[in-house]
């Protein structure tokens, strides 16, 4: 019984995440990108502040808060913007699947700034990016395209 139930949330949590871009692209084709940015945020912002105050023991530390603001620069405000503006200028699949370079981004600048860039990590990274460009140059790279690849090495 508990497989199922972990392999429902799991299939629950796919779907979720799957549609994350194609709803966001139609709320932004409705709303615009700055309103549907602000929307995003002030829900997340009330959902977020919920659940650390009423399930979390922990107290806030100002240090930390502080500390944390670059992080939540990029992460929270910066990379979300760039996403839905990549959503205005290009189709909902590509920029799921491009938005997902992530970690190859991460890889390879991780390696750059530990100055040990391991061989099997630069062969994966090379294939990835061979795969996004043969992904998106049958018909040539869009403004949304470019800017949704600025979003996943942001994220890093």
Request: contains cysteine.
């Amino acid at each position: 019984m508990k497989q199922i139930k972990v392999l429902l949330c799991a299939i629950l949590i796919s779907f979720i995440w799957g549609s994350a871009f194609p709803i966001s692209k139609l709320a932004i084709d409705q709303v615009g990108v700055w309103a549907f940015r602000i929307y995003s945020l002030i829900i997340s912002v009330i959902f977020l502040c919920f659940v650390f105050f009423f399930f979390s023991r922990c107290r806030f530390n100002f240090r930390e808060f502080v500390n944390s603001i670059p992080l939540g620069f990029l992460n929270i405000f910066l990379v979300p913007i760039l996403n839905s503006l990549a959503l205005k200028y290009t189709e909902a699949v590509k920029a799921s699947v491009l938005v997902y370079t992530m970690p190859v981004m991460a890889t390879v600048v991780l390696g750059v700034i530990n100055k040990h860039i391991e061989t099997r990590s630069v062969f994966v990274s090379l294939l990835c990016i061979s795969g996004i460009f043969i992904f998106i140059s049958p018909v040539g790279i869009s403004i949304g395209e470019m800017i949704i690849l600025l979003s996943a090495f942001m994220w890093h």
